[in-house]
Structure formats: C-alpha cells, structure tokens
DNA sequence: CGTATGCTCAAACGATCGTTTGAATCGCGT
DNA sequence: ACGCGATTCAAACGATCGTTTGAGCATACG
C-alpha cells in the first residue's frame, strides 16, 4: 500500500470543490474523477462507496478544525477566559480555514450540509465531532449564566447558522486593494466575534 | 383549462414538502407524483418541466409572505418606526409562514436553496423579490446611520443567515405543553427580533 | 526469474432519472 | 347527442447514475 496515494488526494481535493459547486448528489463520480484525471472505479477502489468518500472529505478538513478550536479554548485560563475569547476560540479557526483557496470550498460543503438535514451526515458529525460543541456550550453556560438552558442553545443555534452562512460565503467577499489578507481576516474575526457576542450576551 | 387543477395543487404541496425532505436533485418526479397519486407526466404537463415546478413552489409562498412583509412595513409610520418593528415586519410574516404546518417545509426548502448557491434560482429570488429586500435594507440604513454601507450589508447578511437557519429548524422545535401555539409564536418572535437587534445595533 | 501485491483501466451492469409520445378519457358548449 | 379541447394515462425514450468486474500494468520481494 502507497502511504500517500496521489490518485486518493486529487479526488479528495476535487471531491471538495465539486461537492461544493453542485452539491453530494449534484456533482456525479464520472464528471468528478474526469476532472480529478484518474479512473471512475478508482473511488470505489480508494474509499469503497461514494458516500464514504463524503464522509472522508469532510473527516480531512474537520478534524484540523475542530482540534484547532480545542486547542485555542484550552489555551485560554480556565475559569476566567471572556466571551469574546472563546468565541475567537472558536470562529479564527473556521475561518483561517476558509481563508485559503481550498478550505474556503470546505465551508461551503458545510453550509451544504447543515441546510440538507441528512440523517445519516448529522449522525457521523455529532458522533465524531460532538464532544467539541459540548466543550465551548459548556463554557457559553459558565459565561452566560443569567440564560436558562433552552434559551442558551436556542442563541448559540442562531449564531452558528449566522456563522456558517457568513463562512460559506467569505473568500468571495471582494477585498478592498488596500488591506492585506492577514488584516482582512483579523477585522472579520473582530466583526464576527463582537456579533455573535452582542447576539448571546444581550439580556 | 381549470382554474383552480386539484391535480396541480397536489403535485405543489407534495413538491414542497418533498423538496423539503430530500432537497431538489433527491426528490424524483416519480417518487413525487406517486406521493401525490397523479400521473407521472403531469408534472410536464402542468409546469413544463421539473425547474418550473420548482420555481412555482418558491412563487406560490413568497407571493404572500413577502406581501405580507411590506404591508407590516408600510403600516408602520414612516420616517418613524423603530429597529424593533422594521424587524418584526420584516420577521413576523415568515415566522407566521413556518408555524402552520406546510408552511414549515417551505423555510427548509428556503434554506435549502440559500446554501446551495444556484445561480438560476439566486437570479429568479433576485428578480421577483429583491425590491422587498431592498426596502427593509433602506430602513435599516436609516436606522443605523452611524454604520458604513459595507458593515451594514454584512450584518443584514449575518442576520439573514441566522434567520433562516432558525426557521429552517422552526417547527420541529417541541412547544411545551403549558403555552399555547400563538404564545409560542409571539416568544419567538420577540426572541429573533431581541436578537436580530443586538447583532445589528451594537457598537 | 517468478510471483505476489497494489493499483489502474475500459467495459459493462442494472437502476433510475427527466422527458416525450400517442391513445384513452373526461367535461362542457352547442 | 355530438364534437372538441383539456386532462390523464401507460409506455417508452435516451441519458446518466453508482457500482462491479476482470484483465492489464507496475513495483518489490523471495
């Protein structure tokens, strides 16, 4: 077995932009592995069906995510950090993914999915990556305490749809000639976090 | 021809909710005619093709709803009304809309259509309702002058995108059984106009 | 050298898709 | 009662889908 098979990156890489272009069902494995220059069996070959290679693209991109968002929450001094920090805790790292060109398709599979309610995908995100929702859920409790529980979930629901639509669409914002990316990125963040803080923290 | 075809009707609320469950591409004309118990070729028949049985789905809710929505703009005084009532003329109709129960489906097809960035159905929404958008958006500006265009038009973005992500989950929320449907209602709204508010009056 | 093993390839499989067709049936004005 | 347009129907069309197959090629190991 090849450690690092091309064959298996290119159609993971094309699997993300056309996943993100026309959707799971949309974007057929014939027009996918025409594009990614390999074999149309070479899919069922490398991942076995081709929902299981839905489920790889979206493993790829968010387990770097989510272990960059726990990373940043357990840097921050336990029991003192502020709203704003988890919150950065939690948005810088979806978007300096959804700064660079290919990760930027990620959030837009990813908006995909929230919108699709699929069964089966809410089941793979929740088992493999739920823990981290808990994490930074149990922190909003800690920094909001004066909210009851359903209406605690009920605002961090609402901001994490106004942030995976604003993510599923950044990278297609056009950016003004005169700031540089680093800069565009970091008024973003500072934009998101003061509206997601205003959102969840307003009486 | 029938003015008002039990057979069209049929097919467009099993459209909606169809769309709603499996997304445009998942839903099937034969699945769909079966459910509806119509002939297969009716839909062709009636609408011309599967893209203007979709289109007719969007047309038949958003005729109403965002009639609805300048009428409770345009009731309000002019030049005076607050960001509160610009935002629950601007809610209330569509959270009215995902309350009944058809009207719930139509907020996921709604949303559906949002995340998947098609182009043809952008263009369609744009041209038939983007006057009603453009109003609310020249309300807001008057009611948050000391906001840039730019930062306005990002917040009404994030706005958008948390609303519809809310009311895309609307109605599958479970009510307690101690308030009624209206009360219900009338606390979400005031929930989403709270914080819909927050997010775009903050500093 | 021979032969496993990992991988690629063209071709085909059955299923399902949206659409079209032409005949059958319905409903109403004359 | 008759005729005609509106509607419904079963059947078929070509296209495309995800998946499977078996032969061919490559590389490494005994």
Redesign the interface.
Known sequence: MNSTSSTRDRILGTAEKMFAQR?F??ASLRQLTAAAGVNLAAVNYHFGSKEKLVEEVFRRRLDALNANRLAALHKLAGGEATLEQVLAAYIRPALELSHDGKGALFM?VL??A????DDNLRRFLSENYGHVMRQFTAEFARLLPHLGKA?LY??I??????????M??FGMIQRKGDVSEQEHLEQTVQ??I??????LS?P
């Open positions: 959707g069902d949309g837009r908006a995909r929230f919108a699709e309610h209406e009920w605002r629901d609402l901001v994490t749809g106004a942030l995976t639509h604003a599923s669409g934009h998101l003061r509206f997601a803080a205003a959102g307003h």
